[in-house]
């Protein structure tokens, strides 16, 4: 069935350091693809999307790229702050059905 | 200001006491949809409607009824809560197509004793 897997956290990464959260999604059909972010204590925004294949979503220094050749749409940023603790969810979408990755947890210190 | 607004943001409530968690959004989404939050397991979907008066299960549609009879509103009830229910609740919303955008509510945290 449809799923997206991504990497396991928690993360911890010094301020400045650069950020790769792998995820991965089953290629059914052509889905659209998203990064939600949920800060502490709120519910989840978006953070960047793709809807179709060689797409880079990109936003707030966030990048991710649609890779419809290994079913991939990791989440990486150059230079991460302390304002990125969050945890970040991979998702596919289609038309009936959002299903999530299972999050990671990133917390940046100073 | 475009929105989701789900109502209680905070329950405590006891096994079998039926209960209704609200959902409004003020955005003329076709597209509603409810997701219980747990640790390790994420974001699993519990119903979704894809408009007035369909609705269809989700992944984990156990213990759960939901309605859809006007566009803007969207309420998950339990009709006989157990431990089990004991979750952080989402509700969202967006317009059609699956390319589009989930907006989120801000939570409701339930607790079944």
């Known amino acids: 069935g449809n799923s997206v897997t991504q990497m396991e956290g928690p993360v911890t990464l010094s301020e400045e350091a650069f950020l790769t959260i792998n995820c991965t999604y089953t290629?059914?059909?052509?889905?659209?693809l998203f990064w939600y972010v949920q800060y502490p204590g709120e519910g989840l925004q978006l953070l960047l999307k793709?809807?179709?294949?060689?797409d880079k979503g990109s936003n707030k220094g966030f990048e991710a790229t649609y890779r419809k050749e290994t079913t991939s749409f990791h989440l990486e940023k150059g230079s991460v702050q302390v304002s990125d603790s969050a945890v970040y969810f991979c998702a596919r979408g289609s038309y009936d059905k959002v299903i999530f990755g299972p999050g990671t947890s990133l917390s940046v210190i100073p | 200001e475009a929105q989701v607004t789900q109502n209680p943001r905070y329950l405590i409530t006891v096994t079998g006491k039926k209960l209704t968690v609200t959902c409004s959004q003020n955005m003329n989404h076709e597209y509603m949809s409810w997701y219980r939050q747990d640790p390790g397991l994420g974001l699993r979907q519990i119903y979704y409607?894809?408009?007035?008066?369909?609705?269809d299960k989700g992944d984990v549609p156990e213990g759960y009824k939901v309605s859809r009879k006007e566009k803007r509103n969207f309420p998950l009830i339990l009709e006989s809560p157990s431990p089990n229910q004991t979750s952080l609740y989402f509700c969202?919303?967006?317009?059609?197509?699956?390319?589009?955008?989930?907006?989120f509510g801000a939570g409701s945290r339930l607790t079944v004793l």
């Open positions: 793709a809807t179709k294949a060689d």
């Open positions: 290629a059914t059909g052509y889905p659209s």
């Open positions: 409607s894809m408009n007035v008066e369909v609705t």
């Open positions: 969202a919303s967006r317009e059609g197509a699956g390319a589009n955008v989930l907006t």
